[in-house]
């Protein structure tokens, strides 16, 4: 939080309100100005058409890929998955649909309400909820579900994220159903919607809303988080209160909640009629290039692996052990195996898995090869689940561009 930012041009220099710092809980949050990063290291190449990604410094936030500037999108750089479990809180990806997302938010003031279908109406003090209720925590990997969006081919329509849309942290907070027991649930309620502290700038634009069915948002797990890797928020990431939806797509973990309404009916407004639905097919996937016939909103993740410590064209030594290391996840039946590959998937073998840390959290493994010179090796991984679920070798598509599963490979050179 008391990180600096790097030296550089202003990105955004007319917003002059959009600056300051970070008082911590019970004070005022304040977004800064945005800046390039410090040259030599300016932007990024992902591997696609259009995929040159400038890194800038937000307030909160080390150099992050600028994909949006209104509303902003910041991805991860992928090296930064190689380095800790848990996503560092400056690292953490960012992406707001609405341009109008919150700059200030005064946490002493902010205060949720809960309405609709119940007996009592709650409007609650984010220093209550702080004290009143108990604490719980998980840990769980949020992820756009457009990450590796930009790979898709046929390219779709939608944020052209790399890999990057993605991380995993400790959220500390509430139980969700604490609250909606405390109001008492009317025997007709069947979903709960969200509302977060944004709004859109032109009249037209639906309002971000999210909703889940009465059965998920009543499951242990889902939390109201205050707190991420052990510190507040930060405020592009959902300060002073955010929705944890374990083992589901991020776009349900609505930031910056303030706003909870129990229906009786289910929710019919855009982001949950027309946006963030998939094909009705297990494999929430179509013939490339066509629409398909029937859809359903997105819910759980699919299983996916990754290798994080070398990246494309990189070189190995050759002539010793080399250890590759990576990380899997899946929508929460835990990874079961992950298998490693030198040869683009024509031999398999096991890699080994480090501790488990619950089941919704990345986890992560390592394999060790012994690199020949001159020799080129394409890496794979491929990681199953306790359900028995893996990941596609062929890429599944559909026209959002969501839910990309398959097996990732990274070409390398011994020398
Ligand atoms: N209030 C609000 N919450 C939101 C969104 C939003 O636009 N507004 N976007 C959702 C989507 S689609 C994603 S991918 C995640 C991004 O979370 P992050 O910015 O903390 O990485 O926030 C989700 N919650
Ligand atoms: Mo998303």
Not at 6 to 15: C, K, M, Q, T
Not at 28 to 52: C, D, K, M, Q, Y
Not at 134 to 163: I, K, Y
Not at 309 to 334: N, P, Q, Y
């Amino acid at each position: 939080m008391n990180r600096k930012t790097a030296d550089g041009p202003l990105i955004n220099p007319s917003r002059r309100d959009f600056f300051l710092k970070m008082a911590g809980l019970g004070g005022i949050a304040l977004l800064g100005t945005p800046r390039l990063a410090a040259a030599g290291s300016n932007s990024v190449l992902l591997p696609f058409a259009h995929g040159e990604r400038p890194l800038v410094a937000y307030p909160q936030k080390r150099p992050l890929m600028l994909m949006t500037a209104r509303p902003v999108q910041l991805e991860t750089p992928f090296p930064i998955f190689n380095e800790s479990l848990f996503t560092p809180n400056d690292a953490f990806f960012v992406r707001w649909h609405l341009a109008d997302f919150p700059t200030r938010i005064d946490s002493g003031r902010f205060t949720v309400n809960v309405h609709g279908r119940i007996k009592k109406p709650l409007r609650i003090r984010l220093q209550d909820l702080r004290t009143n209720y108990d604490t719980v925590e998980v840990a769980a990997v949020c992820q756009c579900a457009g990450n590796s969006r930009g790979f898709f081919q046929p390219r779709v329509a939608g944020g052209q994220w790399g890999h990057g849309a993605m991380g995993n942290a400790l959220w500390q907070g509430v139980r969700l159903r604490d609250l909606l027991n405390q109001a008492g649930l009317k025997g007709d309620a069947i979903q709960v919607r969200f509302n977060g502290a944004d709004k859109p700038v032109l009249a037209g634009t639906p309002d971000f809303l999210k909703s889940l069915d009465i059965d998920t948002a009543l499951r242990e797990n889902v939390i109201l988080a205050y707190r991420m890797n052990n510190e507040p928020l930060p405020l592009l990431n959902g300060f002073p209160l955010r929705l944890i939806v374990p083992g589901w797509y991020a776009t349900y973990w609505v930031k910056a909640v303030n706003d909870i309404e129990v229906l009786n009916q289910e929710d019919t407004q855009f982001w949950m009629q027309s946006a963030y639905r998939i094909p009705a097919d297990p494999c929430a996937c179509v013939e490339p290039g066509t629409h398909p016939a029937r859809t359903v909103p997105i819910s759980r993740m699919n299983v996916r692996s990754f290798i994080t410590s070398v990246a494309e064209g990189g070189l190995v030594k050759s002539g010793r052990v080399h250890t590759i290391s990576g990380i899997a996840f899946d929508g929460g039946s835990g990874i079961r195996k992950v298998l490693f590959s030198t040869d683009g998937g024509r031999h398999w073998m096991d890699a080994k898995l480090h501790p488990e840390h619950g089941k919704y959290s990345f986890r992560q493994w390592e394999a060790r090869f012994t690199p020949k010179p001159g020799h080129d090796y394409r890496l794979a991984c491929l990681a199953i689940n306790h359900t028995g679920e893996s990941q596609s070798s062929t890429p599944r598509w559909n026209p959002a561009g969501y839910m990309r599963n398959v097996v990732e490979t990274v070409n390398v050179k011994g020398v």
